[in-house]
């Protein structure tokens, strides 16, 4: 494992790390690691490698130490982390990772020096028909077939190399460095691996001087830069000018590689001033394009007394080919992956039906917290507590097992969403994420449907349980905020608002098996259900009298 240091001086400094050693950081000299930065403590963190994996450990440090973004006092690295010391980067490489995925280093070696090999009319078939089975391969994966696709795809690749190796004597080392780049990428589903690892690859191919990949927003209309080498992530986003928004520009409307010798003779770009800033420099800047379109763009640097030629831009073309695909793939197992933890955590407050109706929705579905109507309902078991003091412990949690099962159903039956269960009490609300034109009305028929229930199940609480079991509902309508609420590691999707604190009054004032809604609700229901005034009442937190409805089942 190596790690690099990226001082705020854009100074770098790579240290090859001993597993046998521990190595302190900070800005002290007696430091193993010094790290020139004002902000960083004397003795900041420690370095040391334990159960199989480097670790990193804050020592106490005043402003903290952070690892991909986020503080930490002690934690594993994997490789193409990034750890924060004041406004020093420290970034962590494994290069026998590297060096595994290219098999014979003598053909990279023997390839940069005869580039003219990449000329040949073999080795341009050759790559259309990579281009062909990628294309293929791309069509047929999903994350359910990715591994039996890959390891078919790279049966297929075997096949057409041997098959060119047999007929051409003539085939190079680039066709075999092209097939062993496209196996490898092919088995990776991490992003930002991936691209690290890409990257790497073509730094050490082609020895260039600074490098980075950048995924484009279709939204924005963007390039963002996403992994570097030789530049810095956070210099890029204080100085644009290290990149040139004029050679993006110019690649994403003329579709293929651009390739500069010189960036001060390049008449394409004479009055580009982002192209001058750069001073005598190659620039090879290859798109990534696949079935979706643009997805990015390797951006590279040389000097230019050393220039990139075509035989550069030919073979990046199509190593770029190999990885527009698993970029694609990547993104589209993530977002599966991401659709299917969100789906797994609304199954616990959706029904099934709804949960389909939002994922094939064309609109997009907001979790993060908006306002919107809802009808709120809270319903609790009367005189619980007294119950439970006649029964068992077991007795008492199947019941109301037995109980909350037949309400969630009921509850998910009409679209509605469970918002929680408080000890004896359910709450559900319709309107939200999905809503329907009749959710008052939804509301009131699964209070009805509920009091229903709980009457059809009396003779077997009594038999199996020995008590009445009767609820007291009661239901409101109204603005409230709805999204996720907590932490990071625990989200929950709820309601928050006066509207939700009125329908739990509305509940304590209902009596044994009856529904009590307020005015708004009764507007919205009264042709549907028959239903009963109550004399106005306060309840707390209002000013004001309630004017609520009983519903006559």
């Known amino acids: 494992m190596n790690i690099t240091i990226v001082n705020s001086n854009r100074e770098f400094n790579t240290v090859e790390l001993d597993e046998t050693k521990e190595y302190t950081l900070g800005r002290s000299p007696e430091c193993s690691v010094m790290v020139k930065s004002t902000i960083a403590s004397r003795l900041h963190a420690r370095l040391f490698f334990r159960d199989g994996s480097w670790r990193v450990s804050d020592n106490q440090s005043t402003n903290g130490t952070w690892l991909n973004g986020k503080k930490i006092r002690e934690s594993a690295i994997a490789n193409y982390d990034v750890v924060r010391i004041g406004d020093v980067l420290v970034e962590f490489n494994d290069e026998e990772l590297l060096q595994s995925i290219i098999v014979n280093k003598s053909e990279i ?26 294309k293929d391969f791309n069509e047929k994966t999903n994350e359910r077939n990715f591994r039996e696709e890959t390891a078919r795809f790279q049966t297929r690749l075997t096949e057409m190399v041997n098959s060119y ?6 085939i190079n080392s680039e066709m075999k460095i092209l097939f062993e780049l496209t196996k490898s990428i092919s088995e990776i589903l991490n992003l930002k691996q991936l691209l690290n690892i890409a990257l790497d690859l073509v730094h050490q191919i082609k020895k260039v001087d600074r490098g980075l990949v950048l995924l484009y927003e279709k939204k924005s209309d963007r390039f963002v830069p996403y992994v570097a080498r030789k530049m810095s992530l956070s210099d890029l986003k204080v100085d644009e000018n290290l ?13 293929g590689p651009v390739l500069i010798k010189n960036s001060l003779m390049d008449e394409r770009f004479a009055s580009a001033e982002s192209v001058v800033a750069l001073s005598a420099k190659s620039i090879l800047c290859i798109p990534l394009v696949s079935q979706q379109g643009l997805q990015g763009s390797f951006y590279l640097e ?13 073979f990046l073309k199509n190593f770029a080919s190999a990885v ?40 997009e579905l907001k979790l993060d917290g908006e306002k919107r109507e809802i009808s709120v309902m809270f319903a609790d078991i009367k005189n619980f507590t007294k119950m439970s003091e006649q029964l068992k412990v077991e007795e008492v949690f199947s019941m109301l097992n037995k109980t909350f099962s037949e309400i969630t159903q009921i509850i998910f039956k009409h679209d509605g969403t469970l918002d929680k269960f408080i000890g004896d009490a359910v709450m559900a609300f319709f309107g939200a994420p999905m809503k329907h034109d009749d959710d008052p009305v939804r509301s009131v028929m699964t209070a009805v449907e509920i009091i229903e229930t709980v009457k059809r199940m009396a003779d077997e609480y009594r038999s199996e349980f020995g008590v009445e079991v009767s609820f007291s509902i ?3 309508t109204g603005e409230a905020i709805v999204g996720n609420v907590g932490s990071l590691d625990r989200m929950e999707y709820t309601a928050i608002g006066d509207t939700v604190n009125l329908a739990a009054r509305l509940q304590a004032k209902a009596g044994y098996n009856e529904i009590v809604i307020n005015e708004s609700v009764y507007n919205l229901v009264k042709d549907r259900f028959r239903c009963e005034p109550l004399p106005p009442f306060f309840v707390k937190g209002k000013e004001q009298t309630i004017n609520a409805y009983l519903i006559i089942i």
């Open 243 to 255: 990149v040139s928004k004029s050679i993006l520009a110019y690649m994403k409307n003329n579709p």
């Open 165 to 170: 190796a047999s007929d051409n004597a003539r």
């Open 474 to 476: 009661g239901i409101n």
């Open 324 to 363: 527009s695909v698993a970029v694609e793939n990547t993104k589209l197992i993530m977002a599966i992956k991401r659709e299917r933890s969100i789906r797994n955590n609304m199954e616990r407050y959706l029904s099934p039906n709804l949960i389909d109706q939002l994922t094939q929705t064309s609109g």
């Open 109 to 134: 070696s023997e390839y940069t020096s005869e580039k003219a090999a990449a000329q040949n009319l073999v080795l341009n078939e050759f790559s259309v028909k990579v281009g062909e089975l990628l």
């Open 302 to 314: 040389k000097d230019a007394a050393q220039p990139f030629d075509e035989s550069d831009a030919e």
